[in-house]
């Protein structure tokens, strides 16, 4: 599985942002997507995932009410909406996949896209 991250930005606080993950298996279906995130001087962590095949998403309770994930079938892309953007949400976002059920923990992700930037101004 490849996977390709893009949309990240410079947006000011509250404002929105759209990343896109595209996955270049055929059979995505089966997968769970993930998105992460990486500040500076920080470990990577959990933000949100999507189980392809149920539609079930979970998310961080720092994003949670604010991103939302959804998907575009023809397209094998997964969208990370994030809207109210804070300064706290500049990172390094990152999506990934699995086989299974959501986990919240990288090391449970075998696939990994490249990073995109995404910074919020105050």
């Known amino acids: 599985v490849q996977l390709q991250a893009s949309g990240g930005g410079l947006v000011q606080a509250g404002g929105s942002l759209a990343l896109s993950c595209a996955a270049s298996?055929?059979?995505?279906?089966?997968?769970?997507m993930g998105w992460f995130r990486q500040a500076p001087g920080k470990e990577r962590e959990f933000v949100g995932a999507?189980?392809?095949?149920?539609?079930?998403?979970q998310f961080a309770d720092s994003v949670k009410g604010r991103f939302t994930i959804s998907r575009d079938n023809g397209k094998n892309t997964v969208y990370l909406q994030m809207n109210s953007l804070k300064p706290e949400d500049t990172a390094v976002y990152y999506c990934?996949?699995?086989?299974?059920?959501?986990?919240?923990?990288?090391?449970?992700?075998?696939?990994w896209g490249q990073g995109t930037l995404v910074t919020v101004s105050s």
């Open positions: 999507f189980v392809w095949s149920g539609r079930y998403t």
């Open positions: 990934a996949a699995r086989q299974g059920s959501i986990r919240t923990i990288t090391s449970e992700y075998p696939w």
């Open positions: 298996s055929h059979t995505f279906e089966m997968y769970t």
